[in-house]
């Protein structure tokens, strides 16, 4: 499950649609081991393509470089479709790199509302998983018990 606060859902759908009729994309940080989200990092797409995305390589080393120095690791990679469902396409599950992430899909192509989704992706294998939109982490449901986590 991804537990994801409800700022970083909106900054990812208004990168989707500023970025409409191209496809958005841009991971967002978390403390090592932690697998939540915390810090939202837009990227440009290199592609500049409604139908593909592809990081810059340039900005993904300096961002990449940058987690390493925060000992941060890419928690959620998002990027959007601008004209069909929130579903990895062959290619999205081809180039996904990151066993341990969320690849989370914005799809735009309603103009009145967007349709979130979160999905693993390893080996090839797509698993959708459920979306828990939270205000604060803090009050979270962590497990199996109702304990709140402390940030």
């Not at 991804?2 to 970083?8: A, E, G, K, S």
């Not at 180039?95 to 992430?101: F, I, L, R, S, T």
């Not at 797509?126 to 979270?140: D, G």
């Amino acid at each position: 499950m991804l537990v994801i606060r409800r700022d970083l859902v909106d900054a990812m759908v208004a990168h989707a649609r500023r970025d409409h009729p191209d496809e958005a994309c841009g991971i967002i940080a978390g403390p090592e081991g932690s697998d939540r989200p915390e810090r939202f990092i837009p990227m440009d797409n290199a592609e500049r393509s409604p139908t593909f995305y592809r990081f810059d390589a340039a900005e993904q080393f300096k961002v990449w470089r940058e987690m390493d120095r925060n000992d941060e690791v890419p928690v959620v990679v998002y990027h959007s479709h601008t004209a069909t469902e929130a579903y990895p396409s062959r290619t999205d599950v081809a180039y996904a790199g990151e066993p341990d992430a969320h690849y989370v899909l914005v799809s735009t192509r309603d103009p009145e509302q967007h349709e979130l989704r979160s999905y693993r992706i390893v080996d090839g294998v797509v698993t959708e998983e459920p979306v828990e939109v939270v205000e604060s982490y803090m009050f979270a449901h962590t497990g199996s018990d109702d304990t709140p986590d402390c940030p």
